[in-house]
């Protein structure tokens, strides 16, 4: 099983500045025959589901401003939010879907506040 | 408009049974691969099955054999058998879809809550 590890588990950011969250597989989530990385990021806020931000690793979800990005490739992936607003406290989670359907892994989740 | 509604929940005896069920409204259930994704109180998320457009059936291995999923495209809605309840498996019960283009969870239910306690 794929076994995806999230750093920081919790993250305390300053308004206006830059919050960079990471996630690692345990083995690659890029599927060679197209070249996508099978990895998406969620946001949950308190009470609320989960919201899909990002998919394929670095594409943004129509409606998801474009503060928030997705970058890495194979086993090591990072979200970053340019300059954090209020209501982007939540916790974040990643997620394979490389090894469908048999599991799609989340990471722990990491929960992000205001400095 | 798009929406998953889960219903079903409540407090069960752990070995007892229960059934959720997610009706969907704005799209087809039997035309997109669905899933249940639970959240245990305070923790993260972890998936729990799918079922395909096509029919076929997967499970985590956590609920496999004790778990079933199935829809009643009539009804248009997902359900989620449970049968031998145990206390870990006490959580927000989730249903979401699987985007066609993202592949990933795009549309989520707000969750209904189980509680296997004695």
């Known amino acids: 099983d794929i076994v995806m590890t999230q750093s920081p588990d919790s993250l305390a950011v300053s308004l206006g500045e830059r919050a960079t969250i990471n996630c690692k597989s345990s083995?690659?989530?890029?599927?060679?025959?197209?070249?996508?990385?099978?990895l998406a990021w969620y946001q949950q806020k308190p009470g609320q589901p989960p919201k899909l931000l990002i998919y394929?690793?670095?594409t943004r979800e129509s409606g998801v401003p474009d503060r928030f990005s997705g970058s890495g490739s194979g086993t090591d992936f990072t979200l970053t939010i340019s300059s954090l607003q209020a209501e982007d406290v939540a916790v974040y989670y990643c997620?394979?879907?490389?090894?469908?359907?048999?599991?799609?892994?989340f990471g722990q989740g990491t929960k992000l506040e205001i400095k | 408009e798009v929406q998953l509604v889960e219903s079903g929940g409540g407090l069960v005896q752990p070995g007892g049974s229960l059934s959720l069920s997610c009706a969907v409204s704005?799209?087809?259930?039997?035309?997109?691969?669905m899933s249940w994704v639970r959240q245990a109180p305070g923790k993260g998320l972890e998936w729990v099955s799918v079922?395909?457009?096509?029919?076929?059936?997967y499970y985590a291995d956590s609920v496999k054999g004790r778990f079933t999923i199935s829809r009643d495209n009539s009804k248009n809605t997902l359900y989620l058998q449970m049968n031998s309840l145990r206390a870990d498996d006490t959580a927000v019960y989730y249903c979401?879809?699987?985007?066609?283009?993202?592949?990933?969870?795009?549309?989520w239910g707000q969750g209904t809550l189980v509680t296997v306690s004695s």
């Open positions: 979401a879809r699987v985007g066609g283009v993202s592949v990933a969870f795009d549309i």
């Open positions: 704005g799209f087809t259930v039997s035309s997109n691969y």
């Open positions: 079922i395909y457009s096509g029919g076929s059936t």
């Open positions: 083995q690659s989530v890029l599927y060679s025959s197209n070249n996508k990385n099978y």
């Open positions: 394929w690793a670095s």
């Open positions: 997620q394979q879907y490389y090894s469908t359907p048999q599991m799609y892994t």
